[in-house]
């Protein structure tokens, strides 16, 4: 994975017009990044050129990944080819790893029978996860789809109700419910 450097922006993409970094935001500004803030359902561009970014974060939001008529799912959507494509860092939070997991031809769906996750929820590191996540945690969720594995991915945090909770591909592409 890159090195933290200190004179690189992120790129922040919230899907709603009051979403803030919290406590993501926090940890990287103790490192020095600057960020560059865009909100396409409230009509901010994304930007076509990435060299100038360490890294993508794609924020959640409550619409779906599948929800094409809607602008900030459809501007994002169209943009994610252009992440692949670059050397950037992405991570993608709930929505934002479900767009990803999508982009990367995996579904994005309910749970087969109906469940949700809104509250605390089991959290379990897979072999590939445990140096990344305690072996057991309860993470805060509030989602009712889940999302495949696209391709190449290696799941490394799984969960009873949805078993895709977190995946990385090539450590430079990450998802987390």
């Known amino acids: 994975m890159n090195e933290l450097s200190t004179n690189d922006r992120i790129l922040l993409i919230f899907n709603s017009a009051t979403g803030q970094p919290g406590r993501l935001g926090t940890v990287l500004r103790k490192y020095g990044y600057e960020f560059d803030i865009r909100r396409p359902g409230e009509g901010d561009a994304l930007p076509d050129d990435l060299s100038g970014y360490h890294l993508v974060v794609v924020f959640g939001g409550p619409m779906s990944a599948n929800d094409d008529d809607l602008g900030n799912v459809q501007a994002i959507m169209e943009f994610l080819p252009k992440v692949v494509e670059s050397d950037v860092l992405y991570l993608g939070i709930c929505l934002g790893a479900q767009m990803m997991a999508r982009h990367l031809g995996a579904d994005v769906e309910p749970h087969p029978e109906g469940f949700t ?23 805060y969720h509030w989602h009712s789809e889940g999302f495949g594995l696209p391709e190449g991915a290696e ?6 109700t949805f078993p895709h909770q977190a995946y990385h591909i090539d450590e430079r592409i990450w998802g987390i419910q």
């Open 117 to 139: 996750e809104i509250g605390y929820y089991p959290v379990q590191a897979t072999d590939a996860g445990r140096d990344l996540f305690p072996d057991e945690m309860m993470v």
């Open 155 to 160: 799941l490394v945090a799984t969960g009873p």
